[in-house]
């Protein structure tokens, strides 16, 4: 996520937008063949993209932050927050149904189950995350459903195309993951 500006001397915005393809962070870079030639290139080695070059820094820092797509409406410490609010409200659901079980096990009712007392919006609250993030798939209901709220992920269970593992243990990988998939 791109940082606040610090400026040039001529009041220049210095900040790099994250890799518009990956999402990770980017740095600009003077060619060691063109001397005065700058491009900024992503971080990531895997990705390694390369903005146009440009005479000056400040150009080659526009022109990469030109093609840096806005960043997803939810920040990642507010998804983050998000899930672990879906996640702790799924905790007590369990607790107050072991609850119910335990005492009142003689009853056949339905009311006597939690979830069914409580009124659902974690579908709605999925939906709205990946609207936020600018996701088109099912990846996120996945993620909480399947995966048990990433607790039951495995490594190896989730891959690219190509099978390159996809690491989403975490709220926050499945939130770099959503970024890095968004449809903008
Ligand atoms: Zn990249």
Known sequence: ???????????????????????????????????M???VICNRATCAAMGPKEN?????????NRRTPEPPRVTKKRFCEIIDSLRAADDTRRKVNAIFQRSCDHI?????NAAA???NHEGIVAELLALAMGYEGDTL?????ECDYGRKFKLGSFAEADGTAIDVSTAKRLYEYLKKERIV
């Open 1 to 35: 996520m791109a940082q606040e500006g610090e400026k040039m001397d001529n009041g220049t915005q210095t900040v790099l937008n994250d890799c518009p393809f990956c999402g990770c962070e980017a740095t600009l870079e003077e060619s060691s063949i063109f001397p």
């Open 37 to 39: 030639q700058y491009a």
């Open 56 to 64: 000056t820094e400040e150009e080659a820092i526009a022109a990469w």
């Open 108 to 112: 056949e009712n339905d009311f006597m």
């Open 117 to 119: 007392l409580q009124i």
């Open 141 to 145: 209901e996945w993620w909480l459903w």
